[in-house]
């Protein structure tokens, strides 16, 4: 593997659990891998999980890791092509990926949605310039419209829980104060839909994801009806993803006051099929979630976020028997 970005990039689902599994039985197993190989983690915004379980992912195989926090102690760098660099920016990325890249075996990269252009976020304008310009298999930790990482986490989570063999999986939308990107409901669509499970999306009007990503999921505006009978219940809030609503990209469409009813509590639990809560963290609570669910034991969030380190332990792994 070259590139992991999207399901596609794993191949066959149901080997990738498999091995998930055989990682999870003995995850030092293969230290011969790593060895003498580095993989650099380049981090453009904040992050707890990723950072951590990446790391030691990496650690597992017997890899060297190097982390770099671009915003804390790199020069500031431009991304954009063209421009006089006068301002507070000294270092193009240009210069700056081959730099890196020389450094290292393995290259992961976190970098955000900007919500300046659709256009650039959704054509992953900084992620492709690391792959054009390193020369090096490049993992995404979170770009502008993808969190692969954390939606193979999420899989390996609903096969380790189900409790038929294809359960009713809904991603429902959930209120928050601030704009946040679209990264993990688009890529925790997109492996639902390749998953065998029932997957149905809930959200307001004018949430409505990316086609390449939802695909023909059912998409149900009522959150009550959607969650009739569901065993998950993966909740997350996002901004307007600019599909129905061109000019509204990025934005948050509603005072969140108004929109509170969203917040999943055991009043949509109830019509639940028992399920299981899930949400890739950080969490705002009673937010997104009331702290009766997120500490009730049907919630996964712990597991869930300790299956990061097998994803990203199969994903390391792979590239380094490629290499
Ligand atoms: N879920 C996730 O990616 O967490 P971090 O932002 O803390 O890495």
Redo the contacts with the bound molecule.
């Keep these: 593997m070259r590139i992991f970005q999207h399901v596609a990039d794993i191949g066959d689902l149901n080997a990738a659990l498999k091995e998930a599994q055989e990682v999870k039985r003995d995850r030092f197993q293969w230290q011969h891998l790593g060895k003498n190989k580095t993989a650099l983690l380049i981090f453009f915004n904040?992050?707890?999980?990723?950072?951590l379980s990446t790391q030691k992912a990496a650690m597992n195989l017997g890899m060297n890791v190097i982390v770099l926090d671009v915003n804390q102690g790199a020069w500031k760098l431009e991304t954009e092509r063209g421009v006089v660099m006068d301002g507070d920016k000294s270092e193009h990325l240009l210069e700056a990926i081959p730099v890196m890249a020389s450094y290292c075996d393995i290259i992961g990269v976190r970098s955000f949605a900007r919500f300046e252009s659709r256009k650039d976020d959704y054509e992953e304008a900084i992620l492709q310039q690391f792959i054009k310009y390193s020369g090096k298999p490049v993992f995404f930790m979170?770009s502008a419209t993808v969190?692969p990482l954390?939606a193979f986490a999420d899989l390996i989570t609903i096969e380790e829980h189900k409790p038929i063999a294809r359960p009713k999986v809904v991603l429902t939308w959930a209120p928050h104060p601030k704009a946040l990107p679209q990264a993990v409901p688009n890529s925790f669509a997109e492996w639902m839909r390749a998953a065998d499970v029932e997957f149905v999306v809930t959200h307001p009007e004018g949430y409505d994801l990316d086609p390449q990503f939802v695909g023909d999921a059912r998409v149900e505006y009522d959150q009550m009806r959607a969650f009739e009978g569901a065993d998950f219940i993966y909740a997350k809030n996002w901004s307007c993803p600019g599909v129905t609503r061109p000019d509204d990209y990025g934005k948050v469409l509603d005072d969140y006051h108004t929109m509170m009813d969203w917040t999943v509590s055991s009043r949509q639990m109830a019509v639940t099929n028992n399920a299981a809560f899930m949400h890739?963290?950080?969490v705002r609570r009673n937010m997104i979630v009331t702290d009766d669910v997120i500490e009730a034991p049907t919630s996964l969030v712990i597991p869930e976020?300790a299956n990061?380190e097998i994803s990203a332990q199969v994903v390391l792994k792979r590239m380094l028997e490629a290499l």
């Design positions: 904040n992050s707890l999980r990723t950072r979170e969190h954390q890739c963290l950080p976020a990061r």
